[in-house]
């Protein structure tokens, strides 16, 4: 039984920046990818950003450059440092994984309960 758990959400001004954190448990964490994806009101569930387990980064578009994945394998933690964030940024944001790597590019079968991430104007 793989858990996540995700933390670090909250409210924050246009500009400003948090760090989410997302524990993970019940198997072996350095050897898996992790990822995070965000959703909206509204709208469909889209892809964060992910890390695999030899360190290579992947950032979706809306992101990228303003977004950080690290990974700390001695605490089975992954992060996800956000700076520079706008409106457009607030979502719910999940936490996630998979035994295929590429799966946790968009459709991975594992899931934190996910953390508010408000982002005023």
């Known amino acids: 039984q793989v858990q996540l758990d995700e933390s670090g959400g909250g409210l924050v001004q246009t500009g400003g920046s948090l760090r989410l954190s997302c524990a993970a448990s019940?198997?072996?964490?350095?050897?898996?990818?992790m990822g995070w994806f965000r959703q909206a009101p509204g709208k469909e569930r889209e892809f964060v950003a992910a890390?695999?387990?030899?360190?290579?980064?992947y950032y979706g578009d809306a992101v990228k450059g303003r977004f950080t994945i690290s990974r700390d394998n001695a605490k089975n933690t992954v992060y996800l440092q956000m700076n520079s964030l706008k409106p457009d940024d607030t979502a719910v944001y999940y936490c996630?994984?998979?035994?295929?790597?590429?799966?946790?590019?968009?459709?991975?079968?594992?899931w934190g309960q996910g953390t508010q991430v408000t982002v005023s104007s």
């Open positions: 996630a994984t998979d035994p295929i790597w590429t799966r946790v590019l968009s459709t991975p079968a594992y």
């Open positions: 019940g198997r072996t964490f350095s050897n898996y990818a």
């Open positions: 890390i695999r387990s030899v360190g290579n980064t």
